[in-house]
């Protein structure tokens, strides 16, 4: 196992000071190792997450060789070459397990932005001390975006956000998790060969939920109350402007109605199931009644902005043509269209819940069971 | 089997849509109209031809809009204002949206009714108030539907028609306009 910087690199270096998973504890299961600790409802924070990769490392005896950046990877007779930051190395298969968060997706109008505006990603971003005084622009609406946007306007910053499509969720259904009942009805164990469009779930950004200890949504009319000012769509910058879509309406009657569906979903399992409690529904999300559609980046109401609109992978080191036309790889369930290469750890790389940390161990038994028998097969 | 029929042939658009994922250049289209002025603020434009699928495309007849003023703008009201003709444009696309999506879900429709207002204060194109703008401050669509759906699938089906419409994206995004002298 090579891996560029230490174990759990990516909750090391690439995260948040106040990050908390917004999967509950009970749910960060890696294979053999569940959370034992005394708090399964609650949310780890990057140190907790970080010692529970560590420990799994350990209690796997994982074979970790670290500080070891995989430069590039070849095709060659009989396997793949790799060049390595610790020389090359030769073998006969290879997984691909980078993971599909290795940077942060930032839209072309970026350079369109007056230089008196500082910009951040969420991999700079590290707490709201560190960006200027004055307002802040946080573009895109998923779990990062409102994170952002809650926790910078806590700190008492004007905070403007413009929001796309967007997956609302409430923290808590019926006295339970919101992911309780995903995984209770069955929504993540969903195969990627019984998804309609595979390539859009494939692109659903992540849900508007935050892990605290007490539990709150964070929807955006939790982010309204607080303050914080909704526009639509970043759609484009022109002389110092952004422009923002007037959609935003329509993208939030898409969240509102997507979740009643969810939540229809979870009555009727409760129904059969006999699952005490009462259905809720929640009101539609309040809107003002017209979203600015301009704002003016060279007057200083705007000193920030932070880009929280998605995240890819980095395949930059990969020569073997196994991209797609938008750089994506290509690959069935993890299988990659290159004999002996192999992927994990992407969205809905299987099933719906391989987006995160639980969905490996499936994944992983699955995709190394192929591998053994690329070897055996070959021998 | 499904027997629903809005009319649409949800098949024909769904294998366009296999064909030209993997044919980007097919799928640029350009959209003309020509226009000439009559008297006034009367004018007469003309739409035929349009290019497309790698061709010169044609519509079966030529069709003709006549835009002026009405009478209150001391106009002879030859034929609607051309901030109308975007009305014209929102309706008929997201209708045309409801009705596809509807047949793609397999729900039948009975009756799609809507009425759409555009709020316009006029002091902006009079130049009377600077701060004021020329286009709508404010677009409404109202659609009354009849189906064989709930009421949810019917919020649905007009959701995801604005989510799909070229016309709700021209009005609600930016979009670069030239205009030259030849
Ligand atoms: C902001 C954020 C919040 C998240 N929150 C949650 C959550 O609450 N719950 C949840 O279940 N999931 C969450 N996820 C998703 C989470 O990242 C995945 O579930 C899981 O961590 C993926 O693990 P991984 O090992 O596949 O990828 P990563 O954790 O990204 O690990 C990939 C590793 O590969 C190394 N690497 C990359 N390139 C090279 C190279 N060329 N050479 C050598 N090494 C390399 C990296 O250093 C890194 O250590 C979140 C993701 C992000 C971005």
């Not at chain 2, 429709?109 to 108030?129: A, C, K, M, N, P």
Request: with cysteine; aromatic share 6%.
């Amino acid at each position: 196992m090579l891996e560029r910087g230490e174990v759990a690199n990516s909750w090391r270096r690439e995260r948040w000071e106040s990050l908390r998973l917004l999967t509950p504890n009970w749910q960060s299961r890696l294979p053999g190792l569940h959370y034992d600790g005394p708090d399964r409802d609650g949310y780890m924070s990057m140190r907790e997450v970080i010692t529970f990769i560590e420990r799994f490392a350990t209690v796997s005896r994982a074979p970790v060789r670290t500080a070891t950046e995989v430069l590039s990877l070849c095709r060659v007779d009989g396997g793949y070459q790799l060049a390595t930051s610790g020389g090359p190395i030769r073998c006969r298969a290879v997984v691909i397990a980078t993971g599909a968060c290795n940077v942060p997706v930032v839209p072309s109008v970026r350079e369109a932005v007056p230089d008196s505006v500082t910009q951040l990603t969420p991999f700079d971003y590290r707490w709201p001390d560190l960006l200027p005084d004055g307002g802040v622009l946080v573009v895109g609406a998923s779990a990062t975006g409102v994170q952002l946007a809650d926790e910078l306007r806590r700190s008492g910053r004007p905070v403007v956000l413009s929001v796309g499509e967007h997956v609302r969720l409430p923290r808590t259904y019926r006295g339970r998790d919101v992911l309780w009942w995903m995984d209770a009805c069955g929504v993540w164990d969903q195969r990627h060969d019984e998804v309609d469009d595979l390539d859009r779930a494939r692109r659903l950004p992540s849900p508007q939920l935050i892990g605290t200890p007490e539990r709150r949504t964070l929807d955006l009319d939790a982010l309204s109350a607080s303050g914080v000012e909704l526009v639509g769509r970043l759609a484009g910058l022109r002389d110092g402007r952004a422009l923002f879509s007037g959609g935003l309406r329509n993208v939030v009657a898409l969240a509102d109605l997507k979740l009643d569906r969810l939540l229809d979903t979870f009555d009727e399992w409760a129904g059969t199931t006999g699952v005490d409690g009462a259905p809720e529904r929640f009101p539609p999300t309040r809107l003002a009644d017209s979203a600015r559609l301009q704002l003016d980046l060279t007057r200083g109401e705007i000193r920030t902005i932070v880009w929280a609109t998605g995240y890819r992978p980095d395949y930059s080191w990969l020569d073997v043509p196994v991209l797609d036309g938008k750089g994506r790889l290509r690959h069935h369930g993890g299988v990659v269209d290159s004999p002996g290469l192999y992927a994990l750890g992407l969205p809905l790389l299987r099933r719906r819940r391989s987006t995160f940390i639980h969905g490996i161990e499936d994944d992983a038994r699955a995709v190394v069971d192929h591998l053994a028998g690329h070897l055996a097969a070959r021998l | 089997m499904t027997t629903v029929d809005n009319g649409v042939n949800v098949q024909a658009l769904l294998d366009a849509r296999g064909a030209l994922k993997d044919a980007p250049d097919a799928a640029q289209f350009t959209w003309r109209a020509t226009s000439t002025w009559r008297n006034g603020v009367h004018s007469t434009t003309r739409i035929q031809n349009f290019f497309g699928l790698g061709q010169e495309q044609s519509h079966k007849t030529e069709t003709v809009f006549d835009a002026d003023h009405p009478a209150v703008f001391a106009a002879e009201d030859n034929g609607i204002t051309p901030i109308e003709y975007l009305l014209v444009g929102l309706a008929s696309c997201l209708t045309a949206g409801v009705a596809s999506v509807a047949q793609n879900r397999g729900i039948q429709l009975r009756s799609v009714e809507s009425t759409v207002e555009g709020q316009h204060d006029i002091r902006g194109i009079l130049g009377v108030d600077s701060d004021v703008r020329n286009g709508f401050n404010d677009v409404k669509v109202t659609f009354t539907i009849d189906a064989d759906a709930s009421q949810q699938e019917i919020e649905a089906l007009v959701a995801q028609s604005q989510k799909r419409s070229a016309v709700f994206d021209a009005l609600t995004n930016p979009t670069n306009v030239t205009v030259a002298v030849a």
